[in-house]
């Protein structure tokens, strides 16, 4: 179905919802809802409708960041949400409003993530939140958003869920699923190792769970021969190393780490005290040089592998190229304490470089339903710090911005390539 027939078919359904008539067409009397009536320091946003956190000057959004906690190494991300947003507001602001970014710190703990985001909504009174972190804790507040039809917009989780807009028309992810991680994983796998022994370490949740999901639909029948052993780790567990060891004792020549950084780090310097070298592919999300490799120790880091979207800031291949060299640029006037290299920070500037381009589209229209419109309307959008190839594509039945990945190695320095693009759809 194309946008247009979607938004066509649907709108009305929200009209009926909401009592947004306002968006779709002139002379209905609006109505004040949960999700989009008048509230305090609301402003018209489009034909005399009132939007709360939308004012003539200023669109104020929120998210919910671990800045302590377990995965406290993400605070990075919310940092540089914050900085982006500076930036833009430095050069004038999007058509002439202000970003006002209200970010809180959740612990990376799902009942305090729902505080705060209730926070965010009810006292702070946002137009939307944007890129909050964490599968579980996106999880806790998601049907409440949905229910106030409030935008939960490029979370900063790659669980599958967040691509179901039939279920949740609210919600929208950003980077590629991890269960489409995983299917990259999969096919390099049956092309290239196809007798591979392969263990895997996830963590007991959604976000972990994702990874055997992908796994399985990428590898097909055979799943079972090629997947040895499986171990499982808790949030709160001081470490892995015993699953390691257990995992290492199954006779594995592969293994796949998905884990968040903290358990990242661990992974790869377990692995190389226990002497064994297996073709290691580790998240993603846990492969920022400053948060996870140096930690663990460049040297036991070199020859982990993953599947990457972004280009890597230490890969000497992108000394010159413009949009790092504005990436470092941002970063050093408004990050001075930041490295380069990490990893988290660059997806901040990503990230939030995609929602100024949806908040840009939406012209004076910043209505709830407009700014979902618009989310889902990116046509093979360029992010200059994303991989050459790689670009945002959304619809209304696709909430799934990026799905193509590549294969890359750590050689003690920085990631290099070891396969073409790899479309998981």
């Known amino acids: 179905m194309s946008k247009r027939k979607w938004f066509a078919s649907t709108a009305p359904v929200l009209v009926a919802l909401t009592g947004m008539c306002a968006v779709l067409a002139t002379g209905c009397t609006k109505k004040k809802t949960e999700g989009e009536g008048a509230a305090a320091g609301g402003s018209p946003a489009a034909g005399g409708q009132a939007m709360p956190g939308v004012t003539a000057t200023e669109i104020k959004i929120g998210q919910a960041m671990p800045y302590s906690g ?3 190494a993400y605070g990075v991300i919310g940092k540089g949400d914050l900085a982006y947003f500076q930036m833009i507001n430095d050069k004038g602001g999007i058509n002439g409003r202000k970003v006002n970014l209200v970010s809180l710190d959740d612990g990376y703990n799902p009942a305090k993530a729902v505080e705060q985001t209730h926070k965010l909504v009810e006292n702070d009174g946002v137009a939307a939140v944007f890129n909050s972190l964490g599968t579980a804790n996106n999880t806790a507040v998601q049907k409440y958003l949905n229910e106030k039809q409030i935008p939960q917009l490029f979370v900063a989780t790659g669980a599958d869920k967040w691509g179901a807009p039939k279920n949740f028309p609210w919600t929208m992810g950003w980077q590629p699923s991890y269960r489409q991680e995983a299917k990259v994983y999969a096919v390099y796998l049956l092309k290239n190792k196809p007798t591979a022994k392969l263990c895997v370490l996830y963590q ?53 780490s998905a884990a968040t950084p903290k358990f990242g780090a661990q992974a790869i310097r377990k692995v190389y ?21 140096q930690p663990a120790g460049l040297d036991k880091s070199t020859g982990v592998v993953t599947a990457a979207y972004l280009k890597d800031p230490s890969d000497p291949r992108y000394d010159d190229d413009p949009a790092m060299t504005a990436y470092r640029a941002w970063l050093k006037q408004y990050l001075p304490g930041i490295d380069p290299s990490d990893g988290n920070a660059l997806y901040a500037y990503a990230v939030s470089g995609t929602f100024a381009k949806v908040l840009a ?17 990116l046509s093979n959008l360029e992010i200059p710090v994303l991989l050459s190839g790689v670009v945002i594509h959304t619809s209304a039945d696709d909430f799934r911005p ?17 396969g073409d693009l790899i479309t998981a759809d």
């Open 70 to 72: 377990p995965a406290s």
């Open 204 to 256: 007991n949740d959604d976000f972990g769970k994702d990874y055997l999901v992908g796994l399985r639909e990428g590898l097909g029948d055979q799943y079972d021969k090629l997947v040895v052993k499986t171990a499982s780790y808790e949030v709160t567990d001081p470490t892995v190393d015993s699953q390691l060891v257990a995992l290492q004792g199954a006779g594995c020549d592969a293994l796949l």
């Open 273 to 293: 005290d226990l002497g064994w070298k297996p073709f290691h592919m580790i998240s993603n999300v846990s492969i920022s040089r400053a948060a996870v490799l």
């Open 361 to 377: 589209q939406c012209g004076n229209d910043l209505s709830r339903t407009n700014l979902m419109k618009q989310a889902a309307s």
């Open 402 to 418: 990026i799905s193509q990945m590549a294969l890359s190695r750590f050689n003690g320095h920085y990631f290099e390539p070891i």
